[in-house]
Nanobody
Framework: VQLVESGGGLVQAGGSLILSCAASGSTFSINPMGWYRQAPGKQRELVAIITSGGDRTTYADSVKGRFIISRNNARNTMYLQMNSLKPEDTAAYYC????????WGQGTLVTVSS
């Protein structure tokens, strides 16, 4: 299974971005999936997780109320809607299963300017 993240970019504080995660293979729909991020000089952290069917979601306290995770199993794709972005959201964002069991993709860089 390969994971390809996209949608990152430079945005001003308060702005929004939508990240996408495209997964190859036939097992995407049976796995819980998560978005993770790694800021410069920090360890990778879990941002949000969604169950295989998309019926339950969990968020890190730092993004709760601002980010929305969703998935489309028919398209083997997962999304992260990021609103009210803050400079501290600046990081490389990755997708993986929850907990992570696959090789990490290249990630997509999100930079939030103040």
């Amino acid at each position: 299974v390969q994971l390809v993240e996209s949608g990152g970019g430079l945005v001003q504080a308060g702005g929004s971005l939508i990240l996408s995660c495209a997964a190859s293979g036939s097992t995407f729909s049976i796995n819980p999936m998560g978005w993770y991020r790694q800021a410069p000089g920090k360890q990778r952290e879990l941002v949000a997780i969604i169950t295989s069917g998309g019926d339950r979601t969990t968020y890190a306290d730092s993004v709760k109320g601002r980010f929305i995770i969703s998935r489309n199993n028919a398209r083997n794709t997962m999304y992260l809607q990021m609103n009210s972005l803050k400079p501290e959201d600046t990081a490389a964002y990755y997708c993986n299963t929850g907990p992570p069991r696959l090789s990490w993709g290249q990630g997509t860089l999100v930079t939030v300017s103040s």
